[in-house]
């Protein structure tokens, strides 16, 4: 499900993340860095092909949930629409 925040759409998860690229919606992925190696290179493939920017997150897939405002682990967030917020353009190319 997506959820809407600072105007924006994002998704968390790895699967509803692959979906959104696959769909070519997503416009940023965001990856947690504790996220499982293989997993992190299926998300960075699917981003290339989608030219969908990438960031890899500081912090672990508690502190992404966390970041988001859920009580659950996040290892993965797709930004669909950024909304409001400027977090597309303030990650470097």
């Not at 699967?15 to 190696?37: D, E, F, H, T």
């Not at 890899?56 to 970041?67: C, F, M, Q, V, W």
């Not at 009580?71 to 470097?92: C, K, L, Q, T």
């Amino acid at each position: 499900s997506t959820q809407s925040t600072w105007g924006g759409k994002y998704v968390l998860g790895h699967r509803s993340a692959l979906k959104s690229l696959r769909q070519g919606k997503a416009k940023l992925v965001i990856i947690s860095n504790n996220c499982p190696p293989l997993r992190k290179c299926e998300l960075e493939y699917y981003a290339m092909l989608a030219k969908a920017h990438v960031h890899h997150y500081s912090g672990n897939n508690i502190d992404l949930g966390t970041a988001c405002g859920k009580y659950f682990r996040a290892s993965v967030m797709s930004i669909i629409e950024a909304g409001d917020s400027d977090i597309i353009r303030s990650v470097p190319a």
